[in-house]
C-alpha cells in the first residue's frame, strides 16, 4: 500500500500559468482533501470531498478549482498561477466523512510561483 | 466556525525534560481531537489521538488529555529525545460538517541534548 501518493512533489511556475496536482490513494477511503501549508501556520483547507461525485469549497479556495475524478483520485487545478499561491499543497484522505476517524497525507507538493 | 488555537507556537526543552503543547477549540459539537507531528520537509503523520468521551489516552511516552468542559485539551510528551524534535499540529473536527478539521498554527518543539 503506498497510502496517498501526490504528483509532482516540486514545481516552478511563472505567474499566470496553469498546473494540476495529482493525488490518489489507494486505501479505498471515501474523503479527500486538499490543503496548503505556509510558514508558521497550520494547514488550511483548499476544498474537499466528502465522497466520490461530491466536492465543496474550505476555508481558503479561491483561485483554486478540484476534480474528483474517481473514489481513488482528487486532483487541484491552478487555473492562473499567482505568486501569492506559492506554498506547499498537502492532500489527504480518511476514510469515511465522519470526523472521528484520522487523516492520512501524502508526502506535499512544493509549489512556486516566480 | 470552528477555531483552534495552539500554544506555544515555539518550544526548547532539555533532553529529558517533559514538553506539553496545549490547545483550545471553540464549537462544543468537535468530538474528535488529533495531534500530527511532521517532521522537516516530511509530512504530517499522527501520533495520538482522542475522541470526547475519552478525558485521557497514553501511548508510551506521549498522552493527550482532554477538558470538555474548558473546550481544551493538551499533548504530553515525557522523556523527551532529540528524535522528537519537530512541529506538532492539533486538530479538532466533528461527526457533521463533513468530517472537516481545522488545524492549530503548529508548535516548533527543538529537544536539546
Known amino acids: 500500500n503506498a497510502g496517498v501518493t501526490q504528483t509532482p512533489k516540486f514545481q516552478v511556475l511563472k505567474t499566470g500559468q496553469s498546473m494540476t496536482l495529482q493525488c490518489a490513494q489507494d486505501m479505498n477511503h471515501n474523503s479527500m482533501y486538499w490543503y496548503r501549508q505556509d510558514p508558521g501556520m497550520g494547514l488550511r483547507l483548499i476544498y474537499y470531498?466528502?465522497?466520490?461525485?461530491?466536492?465543496d469549497k474550505g476555508e481558503v479556495p479561491n483561485g483554486y478549482n478540484v476534480s474528483r475524478l474517481n473514489k481513488r483520485e482528487f486532483s487541484l487545478r491552478l487555473e492562473s498561477a499567482a505568486p501569492s499561491q506559492t506554498s506547499v499543497y498537502f492532500c489527504a484522505s480518511r476514510r469515511n466523512r465522519d470526523g472521528n476517524q484520522p487523516q492520512h497525507f501524502g508526502d506535499g507538493t512544493r509549489l512556486s510561483i516566480l | 466556525g470552528e477555531n483552534v488555537e495552539q500554544h506555544p507556537s515555539t518550544l526548547s526543552v532539555q533532553e529529558g525534560d517533559s514538553a506539553v503543547i496545549k490547545c483550545t477549540y471553540s464549537?462544543?459539537?468537535?468530538?474528535?481531537f488529533p495531534w500530527y507531528k511532521q517532521e522537516l520537509g516530511k509530512r504530517p503523520q499522527l501520533i495520538i489521538d482522542?475522541?470526547?468521551?475519552?478525558g485521557e489516552k497514553k501511548d508510551q511516552r506521549i498522552a493527550v488529555t482532554l477538558n470538555k468542559t474548558a473546550k481544551h485539551f493538551s499533548l504530553h510528551i515525557t522523556e523527551t529525545q532529540p528524535e522528537d524534535s519537530a512541529v506538532y499540529f492539533c486538530a479538532a473536527s466533528m461527526n457533521t460538517n463533513a468530517g472537516k478539521s481545522t488545524f492549530g498554527d503548529g508548535t516548533t518543539l527543538t529537544v536539546k541534548p
Open positions: 464549537d462544543s459539537a468537535s468530538n474528535y
Open positions: 482522542i475522541r470526547s468521551n475519552v
Open positions: 470531498s466528502a465522497s466520490e461525485g461530491t466536492t
